[in-house]
C-alpha cells in the first residue's frame, strides 16, 4: 500500500516562497499522479493542483496560476510544490495525494498527513 509523506511546511511572510515535498518510502512516485490540496481553518478541502505521470499540469484553483508549480524529481522519488507570491489567503494544511488515474479523474488513493503553511506578517 502506498504511503505518502509531506513535508516542508511553515512559516511564511506574504510575498514569500515555500517549497513543499511529497515522497514515499513504500514507492517511487514516477508511476503516480500526484495532485496537491490544502484545508484552512474551517473551510472544505480543495483542490490546488496536479501534475500527471507525462508531467503535465492541471490547476484546480485559480487563484494560484502563476504562483505555484509542481515538479517532479524521479531521481529522489519526490514531487515539489513550489509556492511563490504568498497570501494569507494561502494558509492552510497542505496534503499530497496520488492516484494511479490522472488528474481530471482524480481517484485519488493514497494521501499525505498534511504540512501546514502560515502565511503571515
Known amino acids: 500500500q502506498l504511503q505518502l509523506a509531506d513535508s516542508g511546511g511553515d512559516l511564511v511572510e506574504p510575498g514569500g516562497s515555500l517549497t513543499l515535498s511529497c515522497s514515499s518510502s513504500?514507492?517511487?512516485?514516477?508511476?503516480?499522479?500526484i495532485g496537491w490540496f490544502r484545508q484552512a481553518p474551517g473551510k472544505e478541502r480543495e483542490g490546488v493542483l496536479c501534475?500527471?505521470?507525462?508531467?503535465?499540469?492541471?490547476y484546480y484553483s485559480d487563484s494560484v496560476k502563476r504562483r505555484f508549480t509542481p515538479a517532479r524529481d524521479n531521481a529522489k522519488g519526490t514531487v515539489y510544490l513550489q509556492m511563490n507570491s504568498l497570501k494569507r489567503d494561502d494558509t492552510a494544511e497542505y496534503s499530497c495525494?496520488?492516484?494511479?488515474?490522472?488528474?481530471?479523474?482524480?481517484?485519488?488513493?493514497?494521501w499525505g498527513q498534511g504540512t501546514q503553511v502560515t502565511v503571515f506578517s
Open positions: 513504500t514507492s517511487t512516485l514516477d508511476s503516480y499522479t
Open positions: 495525494a496520488a492516484t494511479k488515474g490522472s488528474c481530471i479523474a482524480a481517484n485519488f488513493s493514497a
Open positions: 501534475i500527471n505521470i507525462d508531467n503535465s499540469i492541471q
